[in-house]
């Protein structure tokens, strides 16, 4: 997805849920790929939209969450998207393990609000997921960040994933021994 697609898409789940009734504000973070694609603009394009929902404590009873998951499918159905175009896999871990930042406020759709987290949040997941489709979005974000050595980076991953176990298990270590 390109990112006027991304803006377009992400536009429909206010409407949806304003239409089922929702009147509380239903805000999510972009994450990953999307950021990159919106804010740094090191690329043209992203598979699906990456995303936190802030004030979802437990997406196994929330009834809002629900409303939300039925707003996605009608809209990957709507428009011939995969079902998980929009994407909020990493929040049970990141709810669990990190410290996520509220975000600054980016855009509002009906009921939908949207918030982009800082760089330095987007760089230390970029880090812990150390895979080899990241390399372009670490080595961009460590650039606009001024991150010039191992000892700043893992400041920056302490901040938001002070967990040592889950970097170990993450082998940040080894992604940190890369770039550094």
Known sequence: MQAQEIEAYLAQPGQELA???VE?????LLIGGV??????HNRLTTDDVDVFFKDIEDTTVSPLYQQCRAAIRAIANRNHLKSNW?????GDSLRETGRVPPGTLWRVYDVLEVYLPPAEFILALKLMAGRQKDRADIFALCQRL???DRQQAQRLVDLY?????LQQLSDLDD???EFF
């Open 19 to 21: 239409d089922r009734g």
């Open 24 to 28: 509380q504000p239903v805000r999510m």
């Open 35 to 40: 950021f990159m694609l919106t804010r740094v």
């Open 86 to 90: 929009l994407n909020d896999i990493m």
């Open 146 to 148: 001024q991150i010039q």
């Open 161 to 165: 994933i002070p967990d040592k176990q």
């Open 175 to 177: 992604t940190l021994d």
